[in-house]
């Protein structure tokens, strides 16, 4: 058990909705990572927040947002949803200053119908 | 920009033999580290090993051991004693100072009984 928590694990939803996942870092931590891991693009950084701030951004559609709370929760949008959205989402967490110290949560598996 | 590449998508071992899994990267900083992901059928993320760049000597973790080639931009891994546990997706990564971890296409390595 690697600390993150991430909900729910399981959402299966129709194209053109909009999904919330949310993710619990470890205590202390308070940068928060997302992934995504699909068949056709494979894993791949989202975007990271730190205490509350964006801090880096990847390969992430202009559909998706994210938001860190002030408790460091974070939560991630998905918004219009496509087939091709159906992915596994990851969130990890790290120690400030220590990005190369990720502890990734279960993934929360996203099916688009 | 930085480069993972897995370029096997997938090996077999004997149970007790050695297995050494192949990753080459590509970047522009002169300090990064590099993993490696274990992700079994759960789809956990779990960290088998890490490597920071700028330490000649190779990282070590029981059975797991690197073999980090610098000036080549090689690193793979070697599993040594393999066990039906070790079957999995296996994940070379690479993060350097935008935080961003950059993953490879994975490799799925069956071990035979």
């Known amino acids: 058990d690697s600390g993150v928590t991430q909900t729910p694990k399981h959402l299966i939803t129709a194209t053109g909705q909009r999904v919330t996942l949310r993710c619990s870092p470890r205590?202390?931590?308070?940068?928060v990572y997302w992934y995504q891991q699909s068949l056709d693009q494979g894993l791949q950084f989202l975007i990271q927040?730190?205490?509350?701030?964006?801090?880096a951004k990847g390969n992430i559609l202009e559909r998706f947002s994210a938001q860190q709370f002030p408790d460091l929760h974070s939560e991630l949008n998905l918004s219009s949803l496509e087939l091709g959205d159906s992915a596994l989402y990851f969130c990890?967490?790290?120690?400030?200053?220590?990005?190369?110290?990720?502890?990734f949560g279960p993934g929360t598996r996203l099916t688009v119908t | 920009a930085q480069t993972v590449t897995q370029s096997q998508p997938e090996m077999s071992v004997q149970e007790a033999e050695t297995v050494t899994l192949s990753c080459t990267y590509d970047?522009?900083?002169?300090?990064?580290?590099l993993f490696w992901y274990k992700q079994p059928p759960s789809r956990q993320m779990i960290l088998v090993i890490r490597?920071?760049?700028?330490?000649?000597q190779n990282a070590t973790e029981n059975r797991f051991s690197v073999n980090f080639q610098k000036a080549a931009k090689s690193f793979s891994l070697k599993i040594s004693d393999s066990q039906l546990g070790d079957a999995a997706m296996y994940f070379c990564?690479?993060?350097?100072?935008?935080?961003?971890?950059?993953f490879g296409k994975g490799i799925t390595l069956s071990v035979r009984p």
């Open positions: 970047t522009s900083e002169s300090d990064y580290y």
């Open positions: 205590s202390g931590d308070l940068s």
């Open positions: 490597q920071e760049a700028y330490k000649q």
């Open positions: 990890a967490s790290s120690p400030s200053g220590r990005a190369y110290e990720q502890y």
């Open positions: 927040y730190y205490n509350g701030e964006e801090r």
């Open positions: 990564a690479l993060i350097g100072a935008n935080s961003k971890l950059t």
